[in-house]
């Protein structure tokens, strides 16, 4: 995509006070090439464009977040984002080389202290420049929103928080208390209009975390745990986290936050295990294979404990086929502080050693360690 066409656009965005619209409580979608919605949210000096069921989920999560909710989850709800981030109030010493020369090259004059930044956040993934592809679908969700102000801008509103329902109104909707209502704009296949536009519901079914669920299909190992006697009283703690520092990713592209899986023996207080994997939809089977090849090394508990959000969904169909109780732990101090050092030692590692593949140092009194 031509420069010039995006950063024209951009500035056009800048100028037009969409904000004057639209507020931040208000939720729209504009429809990209690929037929999937990108949702806006419009802040002052900033927009977000959440991108499919991940960004509608992760922006969700953000808002209905309990203030008491701990660090490491709040982390984990803000890395989960999946958005297009549009911010517009930039010095020039803060841009990077790259967009400062993408600007240049535009031709496009933004005055100091306002010049545009746009990044693509990809869940668990640190924000990133713009493919081609993506400046195109950014492109044309920014069309949309210049449309839909100056659609939406013609039924007035209410309140400083709430534009959409004098709209909605307008449909003769019956149930716009009881039901969730977005505008939801696409592409006139009609070339006199640019976009069109209806009502669509956000029902309950639309966003919902579903963690994958492991199930042990090798029926020798399965008959061989399956046998396997367990200790009498013998629990495992199993912990899965995210970290909060991304790390450079060996291919390129955008750098990662990785999920580290651990587990530990609350009665001789020691961790087993540490294991990182960049990916953890791909990869969450090794996970699970290195708690069986724990039980071969010091044998098979009666009850694991599953901290963080991953874990009771990953192992609960496990426990069902081992005989092995699968419990969600309760709040932990010992396992929390365990859990901080390790954060602490793994990112300090990753600082200290800029290797081409990230292979960090040991955590604390842990035998295995490695990252894929």
Same mark, same amino acid.
């Given at each position: 995509?031509?420069?010039?066409?995006?950063?024209?656009?951009?500035?056009?965005? !800048?100028?037009?006070?969409?904000?004057?619209?639209?507020?931040?409580?208000?939720?729209?979608?504009?429809?990209?090439?690929?037929?999937?919605?990108?949702?806006?949210?419009?802040?002052?000096?900033? $927009?977000?464009?959440? $991108?499919?069921?991940?960004?509608?989920?992760?922006?969700?999560?953000?808002?209905?977040?309990?203030?008491?909710?701990?660090?490491?989850?709040?982390?984990?709800?803000?890395?989960?984002?999946?958005?297009?981030?549009?911010?517009?109030?930039?010095?020039?010493?803060?841009?990077?080389?790259?967009?400062?020369?993408?600007?240049?090259?535009?031709?496009?004059?933004?005055?100091?202290?306002?010049?545009?930044?746009?990044?693509?956040?990809?869940?668990?993934?640190?924000?990133?420049?713009?493919?081609?592809?993506?400046?195109?679908?950014?492109?044309?969700?920014?069309?949309?929103?210049?449309?839909?102000?100056?659609?939406?801008?013609?039924?007035?509103?209410?309140?400083?928080?709430?534009?959409?329902?004098?709209?909605?109104?307008?449909?003769?909707?019956?149930?716009?208390?009881?039901?969730?209502?977005?505008?939801?704009?696409?592409?006139?296949?009609?070339?006199?209009?640019?976009?069109?536009?209806?009502?669509?519901?956000?029902?309950?079914?639309?966003?919902?975390?579903?963690?994958?669920?492991?199930?042990?299909?090798?029926?020798?190992?399965?008959?061989?745990?399956?046998?396997?006697?367990?200790?009498?009283?013998?629990?495992?703690?199993?912990?899965?986290?995210?970290?909060?520092?991304?790390?450079?990713?060996?291919?390129?592209?955008?750098?990662?936050?990785?999920?580290?899986?651990?587990?530990?023996?609350?009665?001789?207080?020691?961790?087993?295990?540490?294991?990182?994997?960049?990916?953890?939809?791909?990869?969450?089977?090794?996970?699970?294979?290195?708690? $069986?090849?724990?039980?071969?090394?010091?044998?098979?508990?009666?009850?694991?404990?599953?901290?963080?959000?991953?874990?009771?969904?990953?192992?609960?169909?496990?426990?069902? !086929?081992?005989?092995?109780?699968?419990?969600?732990?309760?709040?932990?101090?010992?396992?929390?502080?365990?859990?901080?050092?390790?954060?602490?030692?793994?990112?300090?590692?990753?600082?200290?050693?800029?290797?081409?593949?990230?292979?960090?140092?040991?955590?604390?009194?842990?035998?295995?360690?490695?990252?894929?």
């Amino acid at each position: 995509m031509e420069t010039k066409e995006f950063y024209s656009l951009i500035k056009e965005y !800048q100028q037009s006070e969409v904000d004057t619209v639209f507020s931040e409580n208000d939720l729209f979608a504009i429809e990209l090439e690929d037929k999937s919605p990108a949702y806006a949210s419009i802040v002052e000096d900033a $927009l977000a464009l959440y $991108l499919g069921e991940k960004g509608i989920t992760g922006y969700l999560r953000l808002c209905f977040l309990d203030p008491d909710t701990s660090p490491l989850e709040k982390q984990e709800v803000e890395n989960s984002q999946e958005c297009f981030i549009l911010t517009l109030n930039n010095a020039k010493e803060n841009l990077e080389p790259e967009d400062l020369a993408a600007i240049e090259e535009s031709g496009i004059d933004f005055a100091e202290g306002s010049y545009p930044m746009v990044r693509i956040k990809r869940q668990y993934r640190f924000p990133w420049f713009l493919t081609d592809e993506e400046q195109q679908s950014f492109v044309l969700a920014l069309r949309g929103i210049l449309f839909a102000k100056t659609y939406v801008g013609q039924f007035g509103k209410i309140s400083k928080t709430n534009s959409l329902t004098p709209w909605l109104e307008s449909f003769g909707l019956d149930d716009i208390d009881k039901r969730e209502y977005f505008p939801y704009f696409k592409q006139a296949k009609d070339e006199k209009e640019l976009f069109t536009v209806e009502a669509r519901e956000l029902s309950d079914d639309d966003y919902g975390v579903e963690y994958p669920q492991a199930r042990l299909t090798n029926e020798e190992k399965l008959s061989l745990y399956r046998r396997m006697k367990a200790k009498a009283g013998k629990i495992l703690y199993v912990a899965t986290f995210l970290l909060p520092e991304p790390f450079r990713d060996a291919k390129g592209g955008a750098p990662v936050f990785p999920v580290a899986y651990m587990l530990f023996d609350p009665q001789k207080h020691v961790m087993l295990d540490f294991y990182l994997v960049d990916d953890y939809e791909q990869q969450h089977a090794k996970f699970v294979s290195r708690l $069986l090849d724990s039980f071969d090394q010091g044998g098979k508990p009666q009850a694991i404990h599953c901290f963080g959000d991953r874990t009771y969904p990953l192992l609960s169909y496990v426990g069902t !086929q081992l005989n092995i109780m699968m419990v969600r732990g309760k709040q932990n101090d010992e396992l929390d502080a365990i859990i901080e050092e390790v954060i602490s030692q793994e990112v300090n590692a990753e600082e200290e050693h800029d290797h081409e593949h990230h292979e960090h140092v040991h955590a604390p009194g842990c035998d295995h360690h490695h990252h894929e």
